[in-house]
């Protein structure tokens, strides 16, 4: 599958533990980086620290989940730098080049995945982790949580009209039966008031579907999070969202949205806000994204399963006066690679937040 630049490519796959070698020449402040710029720094932890279980000997990628039946949680993130961050800061010497592979039951999922810009159906060399791949993962714990970290191999945006990734989460639930599931990851902030780094924890999901699956009949549907446990917001404090917030432009202390107006917005192509509302995001939700939607809607059969979305603004409104979106497009990628790690680490703190209030 041949490579040309495009913004989709970049959220999805630059790796900011190794980045790839077809982003060198994008002209990315984080690509000449070196390796400590490109990722979180450990944050004081008050309690529960996370603390990464390597497995001896290592699973088979064949292996089922089942060897982690009844763990009290599941964390769910999606693309590379998300996978790198979250690692960064719960499993910080275990990063995911070290995570175990996942291709059990790979077969049932690959006449599913037929889309042309799945990384599921690249082959060339820099993607061989991720060809007919489900996910990567790696469990830790969290106090006394046992906790299940898997960044997913599939996407909803990107793998066709056939929805595998609802069929992945359902494996997910089904086999490990957690407690709580938590999706998060980076999301495009929507509307002026949203800032670089700022964390949504939403009470709803919903789909804004406009292409591939606009005639669905749940192109607009929303779900409904678990609720919050007061706890967890109590502990979001600046001595721990500061830490690495002091990476971006300004050194923000990270707001958190959590009001009934704070949706996350489940979007079926790749889209982000700009002043120009080119795509159309702003008035429905806090944070855009593509995938919380149709995890939520796969839980809607796993009713004893808690779950909670949560996102960091990886990019803000983008500035566009003149309306050119190919500019927009590159200024969201310059953001969202050279601070994205960096957002990341607040909503990585916000899901350790969510399972150490459950688990107290």
Request: net charge neutral; aromatic share 10%; proline share 8%.
């Amino acid at each position: 599958m041949p490579h040309a630049f495009d913004l989709d490519d970049l959220i999805l796959n630059y790796d900011p533990e190794k980045p790839p070698s077809r982003f060198a020449g994008a002209g990315l402040d984080a690509m000449t980086a070196s390796f400590d710029a490109r990722l979180p720094r450990p944050v004081p932890w008050p309690h529960s620290p996370p603390t990464a279980v390597p497995l001896s000997p290592a699973p088979a990628e064949t292996d089922s989940l089942a060897r982690f039946a009844g763990y009290d949680a599941v964390v769910m993130t999606w693309t590379s730098a998300e996978a790198a961050a979250l690692a960064a800061i719960f499993t910080p010497n275990h990063l995911p080049s070290q995570w175990y592979e996942y291709r059990h039951g790979v077969s049932d999922y690959v006449p599913l995945v037929t889309g042309k810009k799945a990384p599921f159906n690249d082959k060339t060399s820099e993607m061989a982790r991720y060809y007919h791949s489900l996910g990567l993962y790696y469990p830790c714990t969290i106090g006394t949580a046992k906790v299940l970290l898997f960044k997913s191999g599939l996407h909803l945006a990107y793998d066709g009209p056939q929805t595998p990734l609802k069929k992945l989460v359902a494996e997910i639930a089904q086999t490990i039966k957690p407690k709580v599931l938590i999706t998060t990851g980076t999301g495009g902030g929507i509307g002026k008031t949203t800032a670089l780094g700022d964390i949504a924890i939403a009470q709803v999901v919903k789909f804004d579907c406009t292409t591939q699956f606009k005639n669905e009949s749940w192109a607009k549907a929303s779900y409904k999070a678990s609720p919050l446990p007061a706890a967890a917001l109590k502990v979001l404090t600046p001595a721990l969202l500061d830490v690495n917030a002091a990476r971006l432009p300004g050194a923000p202390t990270p707001k958190i949205w959590h009001s009934a107006a704070d949706t996350i917005v489940t979007t079926d192509f790749f889209g982000f806000d700009d002043s120009t509302d080119h795509y159309g995001l702003q008035g429905l939700g806090r944070i855009c994204e593509m995938g919380d939607a149709m995890v939520a809607q796969a839980l809607q059969a796993f009713s004893g399963i808690k779950w909670y979305a949560i996102r960091n603004a990886s990019d803000p409104q983008i500035a566009n006066p003149t309306g050119n979106m190919e500019a927009a497009n590159k200024e969201a990628g310059q953001i969202y690679t050279k601070y994205g790690p960096f957002t990341t680490a607040g909503s990585a703190i916000a899901t350790w937040a969510v399972i150490a209030a459950l688990s107290m």
